[in-house]
C-alpha cells in the first residue's frame, strides 16, 4: 500500500514539474511589445518604430523588421547598416546599442527581449 502511494505521489509531482515547465515556455513566446530607436544625428536620421514581437533576442528582432545589416567577427554578429544607413569604418563609425538609456556592453543577439524596452542604436564617430 505504501509504494502505491509513493508511486502515485511521485506521478503528481511529475506531473506539476511538467505542467509548471509548460507554462514557462509559453510565457517565453507570449508577444511583447518593445521601442526600436535609430539615431544617425551625421546622416540627419532619426526613427522611431513600436514593436510586437515574439523574438526572443535584438538580433531577431532586428532581422523580423528587415532593417539591419550585419558583418560576423569572432565575437558574433556586428552591425554595419540600420535602415540602410552604413557605418563607414574609414570615419571610424560604428553603431552604439543602449538598452532604456544605459550602454548595453554586449551584442544584439546576447540582448534579451523585455516588455516596455527601449533599443536605441546611435551611429558614433571615433573608436
Known sequence: MMKR????????FTALISLCACSGQA?????????????AESRDFEKEDKVT??????????????????????????????????ADSGKEE???ILVNGG???IGVDGIKINEGDVYTFELKVGY
Open 103 to 105: 550602454f548595453a556592453g
Open 5 to 12: 502511494k509513493a508511486i502515485a505521489l511521485f506521478a503528481v
Open 94 to 96: 560604428w553603431w552604439s
Open 53 to 86: 514581437t515574439e523574438k526572443q533576442n535584438l538580433g531577431d528582432v532586428l532581422e523580423e523588421m528587415g532593417i539591419a545589416e550585419y558583418s560576423n567577427s569572432g565575437y558574433g554578429k556586428f552591425i554595419t547598416g540600420l535602415y540602410d544607413i552604413k
Open 27 to 39: 510565457r517565453e513566446t507570449e508577444p511583447r511589445e518593445v521601442t526600436v530607436k535609430v539615431i
